[in-house]
């Protein structure tokens, strides 16, 4: 389940499953949670030989702080979803009991496991202390809109309205049961275990880390929850929240849960009866299984060893056991501090400043005091004369100087009194803010000057992450989040525009559209994140209904290719977003933020632009991951993403969604009724099998009879991609020949949506010849990419490889046309790296401004590419792309591929079935150097010139291999040596034997 995997808790069925591929109803992710388990081995490994040492006892009372974020629809507390605080310190209790092996319903275990129930020594309580430091009751409300639904794909949605650093906070999000919908019951984080060094400041802030569960599941029956209730959902999810999984392994038999005190099971058991599973009763008692509250009761030593090991280990999960949220703030009788500026973005036309002055003293404050800020050289002071009941916040107002220039600037404030107040080291406050200039409508950003422009990252970005730097692609500059460490995972950089104003009067919408690029890479990419939020009149607080755009992870991705550090210069290496900035009639000055969550790759932003235009009330539109070029795997699962581009709240019901794999259709009719808020997405999970050998066309149609859709462009898709089927072996060659027909060995010319792509010619210089082209000739298609797909290469017998090809191109002034060879070790569904890359004046024979066609060998180069890293790999697929700058034709052929890491020393173009021998004469060691039209058999004599038989050889497969052989003969002696294949005479060379006596 891995890095940032999730367990949803389906009410109906019981099945808890992680955001990733699908497996059936349960899915998981394919290989990052070994990476998981893997280093909870190790670290469990080290924590029993610390044990051992007598570092650590399992008699250590771990103690969790949680803050309960309770969601309502605006209900008096203790009515309807704004559960009353009896009801969750219910839920506390619950909790405390199982984890402490204190269930009532104990006694029901199995005498087979009642000496596997232990007390894992982990107990919860409601946090006592906020993260500001002031006194709380662990309980925060909030209302939101009446008709809110959420997925789990909503989940940083649900985090961003109400959340405390996950650092030193166990979140619990209770929602109304209906925002849920009827299937879900909840969902969890696993622990990120690999985080260093993250400031609870800054950590997470537009992440998820915590559980959500239903209102309904909060508690027992007792205490109001839903009928059949023991509130053992909450002790599932945070089993899972500190790194348990489900007692079948979320497969069958075979599948591990990592603890053998568990029973194998073929999956989860949904009611209270108990089976003879795998060979051996279950363990329906288990918390990590899926049996009624009433029937569950323990966890085993297996399971508390894990638990503690991730409490003792991990880096997010580790400070919650000494959290400030533990403590009971011991108030002093007089303490007036600063709480907080709220905010450190300041506009031109606004520069109004909120200092948060709180009473952190038990006794009311009844002194005069006065509020300081230092800015520049100059102070401003404010005197109050008023009292302040004990954890009251007073907000402090300054306005700054007009004449301040746009940029950034540090504060100094500081608070004082004649009364002597008992604690002074929360007096004083230092911070930097930024001041933004004004921008009018329309407004574009493109970065071609090199410099950042008026944007400016934002203050809260940590030291040692890269911020922003620009960087120049042969035709492009363009912005770089870019992070040198996986020290910084989960880190935060923000980019904040300038301030746009605008008359409202006559303004329709206003449309941000701007295109980005990133490939995700397992399994730290999992921490990559992209969120595009709107601060409305100039704020750096954000709200649920102003986050325009998230995607994390895989959702994040937009390419197969993994750059690395170079440059996406692939059309489809990027993905353009048009967002409408809704709810923003009343005001008349708004930002946007770009926030980059640090993960492992790099992401890059481009061509912003913003602009009025009418957005249509009712726009529902289709996308899908489905973007590789190709696959050798038998099936594939994917996502059809249904977004609402419109202006107004759509109600999904008895729509219909059809998929169309090469003709075969696929339909799906939701029963379901539920509300698309603007610029929300529903995901549907599709499995694509039954391929074609070769070219495969996807397709897929949303109808929603309900809404008059007035965009029906969006609401079809098509996609081409490749199953390919082909095989073969190094050495190789292809010289498209015989490309068209019906031979195994050969490769894809790929066609796009558009376009036919690369097209097989006859060579004008020799038309018995033919060589692929790319028509770039004053194509007006910039951007366009054209795909040659190699077979799958097995590499594993090989020590060394290589590969070569010959290309012509005459450059076309500035027109920066590119080539590109990439390299993937799973059949093109991602390429790990871009091999070769040219474009312009590096890619180019010649310059030249006419229409260019080869005429002879000399408008031919031949490149060398050294592929020995990647021997020993099973599946490794070529792909050389041309992308289309407006520029010249291009042209390739003759790809060979070698075993060996340099082109052999003796290349004649245009000649084949021929042997070079060399030296000669020679002394003890001779060298063959084939070069062949084909793959074949040579069988090699050596006859001295009486006929007699000195020495012979068969060589399978030969194509364009050298052979080094060793041979002690007389000296000064000649020798016939005679190549054979297929029963024809190759070739007969005479060699002299030159040996040292």
């Known amino acids: 389940m891995g890095l940032n995997a999730w367990c949803y808790c389906l009410l109906a069925w019981g099945f808890c499953f992680a955001d990733a591929v699908a497996q059936g109803l349960c899915p998981v992710m394919d290989d990052s949670g070994g990476a998981l388990e893997t280093w909870l ?20 009372l771990y103690i969790l702080p949680v803050v309960v974020h309770v969601y309502h629809f605006g209900e008096s507390i203790g009515f309807g979803s704004n559960l009353s605080a009896d009801r969750i310190r219910n839920q506390i209790q619950i909790l405390n009991q199982s984890f402490h092996n204190e269930n009532p319903d104990g006694d029901k275990i199995h005498p087979l496991f009642l000496d596997l129930a232990v007390d894992a020594n982990i107990s919860f309580v409601l946090a006592r202390q906020d993260p500001y430091g002031l006194p709380t009751d662990g309980i925060i409300r909030k209302e939101i809109p009446i008709y809110t639904r959420w997925g789990v794909e909503d989940k940083e949605e649900i985090s961003s309205i109400s959340y405390w650093p996950s650092m030193h906070y166990l979140n619990l999000w209770v929602v109304p049961s209906r925002v849920l919908g009827k299937d879900l019951r909840g969902f969890a984080q696993f622990p990120p275990y690999i985080l260093q060094g993250i400031d609870p400041r800054h950590a997470w802030r537009y992440r998820f880390d915590g559980i959500v569960v239903k209102d309904v599941d909060i508690g027992d029956a007792r205490s109001g929850a839903r009928m059949d209730s023991d509130g053992h959902t909450v002790t599932h999810e945070i089993g899972h929240y500190l790194g348990l999984r489900h007692t079948w392994g979320d497969g069958g038999c075979e599948e591990d849960d990592y603890c053998t005190d568990t029973p194998s099971a073929d999956g ?33 030593p297996c399971q508390k060893e894990r638990m503690r090991t991730v409490l003792e280990k991990s880096s997010i999960r580790s400070p919650l056991v000494s959290s400030p949220g533990l403590e009971k703030k011991k108030l002093r009788t007089q303490d007036l501090g600063i709480r907080r500026l709220s905010s450190r973005v300041v506009c031109t036309g606004d520069r109004k400043l909120t200092l948060e002055i709180a009473n952190y003293g038990e006794d009311i404050w009844e002194h005069p005091f006065w509020v300081l800020l230092r800015l520049e050289g100059r102070e401003v002071r404010k005197s109050f004369d008023q009292s302040l009941d004990s954890s009251e916040i007073l907000e402090v107002h300054f306005l700054l100087s007009s004449a301040l220039a746009s940029g950034s600037h540090r504060l100094d404030f ?28 329309p407004y574009q950003e493109d970065w071609e000057s090199e410099t950042v422009g008026s944007w400016d990252a934002h203050p809260d970005n940590l030291p040692g992450t890269t911020v922003f730097k620009t960087a120049s692609s042969p035709a492009n500059t363009m912005l770089a989040f870019q992070v040198s460490s996986t020290d910084y995972l989960s880190h935060q950089t923000s980019f904040l525009s300038p301030v746009f104003s605008y008359d409202r009067q006559g303004v329709e919408d206003i449309v941000f559209k701007f295109r980005y690029s990133y490939v995700h890479s397992s399994p730290w990419g999992d921490y990559d994140a992209l969120s595009v939020v709107v601060f409305p009149d100039c704020r750096d607080d954000f709200s649920l209904r102003n986050i325009l755009f998230f995607a994390s992870a895989k959702s994040l991705g937009t390419s197969l290719v993994h750059l690395g550090d170079k440059l ?7 993905r353009e977003l048009s967002l409408p900035l809704q709810n923003l009639a009343k005001y008349s000055r708004f930002q946007i933020g770009i926030i980059r969550t640090h993960g492992a790759g790099s992401l890059y932003v481009d061509d912003l632009v913003l602009q009025t235009q009418k957005v249509h009330e009712y726009d529902v539109g289709l996308g899908t991951d489905v973007f590789l070029r190709s696959t050798c795997q038998a099936s594939l699962l994917t996502k059809l993403r249904l977004r609402n581009h419109g202006s107004r709240s759509v109600l999904l019901e008895n729509y219909s969604l059809k998929s169309v794999l090469n003709g075969e259709e696929q339909t799906y009719e939701s029963q379901e009724k539920r509300f698309l808020e603007p610029l929300h997405t529903q995901i549907h999970e599709l499995s694509l099998n039954s391929f074609l050998s070769g070219k495969n066309v996807f397709q897929a149609f949303l109808e929603i009879p309900s809404i008059d859709d007035a965009n029906r462009v969006n609401d079809r898709i098509q996609h081409i991609f490749y199953f390919n089927t082909r095989r073969d072996f190094f050495p190789s060659k292809e010289s498209f020949e015989d490309l068209d027909e019906k031979e195994v060995y050969r490769w894809y010319l790929v066609e796009n949506n558009s376009s036919a792509g690369w097209q097989k010619i006859s060579d004008p210089s020799q038309p018995e010849n033919h ?18 797909l190699s077979p799958v290469y097995d590499l594993t017998d090989l020590e060394e490889a290589s590969m070569s090809f010959r290309l012509s191109y005459e450059g076309r002034g500035d027109r920066q046309d590119i080539l590109q060879v990439l390299i993937s070790t799973n059949c093109g569904e991602d390429y790990e790296e871009v091999l070769y890359q040219r474009s312009g004046s590096d890619l180019q024979i010649r310059p030249s401004f006419r229409e260019s066609q080869p005429s002879s060998d000399k408008d031919w180069r031949r490149e060398y590419i050294d592929l020995s890293p990647w021997v020993g790999k099973p599946r490794i697929q070529l792909a050389m792309v041309g992308i289309n700058r407006g520029g010249n034709h291009l042209y390739i052929d003759d790809i060979e591929f070698f075993t060996t890491q340099h082109l052999p020393a003796f290349r004649e173009e245009g000649i084949e079935n021929f042997v070079y021998v060399f030296p000669n004469p020679f002394q003890e060691y001779l060298y063959f150097h084939f070069q062949l039209d084909k793959k074949r058999d040579i069988h090699v004599w050596l006859h001295d010139l009486s006929g007699r038989l000195i020495w012979e050889q068969t060589y399978l497969r030969v194509l364009n291999q050298e052979y080094k052989v060793f041979l002690s003969l007389p000296p000064g002696r000649l020798y016939l040596l005679t190549f054979m294949n297929d029963e024809n005479v190759l070739q007969r060379v005479k060699i002299l034997s030159d040996q040292i006596p």
């Open 41 to 60: 081995e190790d670290q469990i490994q080290e924590r029993r030989l610390e044990r051992g040492r007598g570092l650590r006892t399992d008699e250590d």
């Open 414 to 441: 500081e608070i004082g009194s004649s009364f002597r107040d008992s604690f002074q080291e929360n007096n004083e406050l230092a911070e930097e803010i930024l001041i933004f200039a004004d921008e009018s409508l």
């Open 268 to 300: 989860p058991n949904t009611n209270c009866i108990r089976r003879a599973l795998c060979g051996r009763p279950e363990m329906m008692e288990n918390y990590m299984n899926y049996t009624p509250d009433r029937c569950m009761g323990m966890f085993t």
């Open 771 to 788: 060589i692929i082209k790319a028509n770039f000739y004053a194509n007006s298609s910039v951007g366009e990419e054209y795909w040659l």
């Open 568 to 574: 996406p210069t692939m059309s489809g290496a990027w």
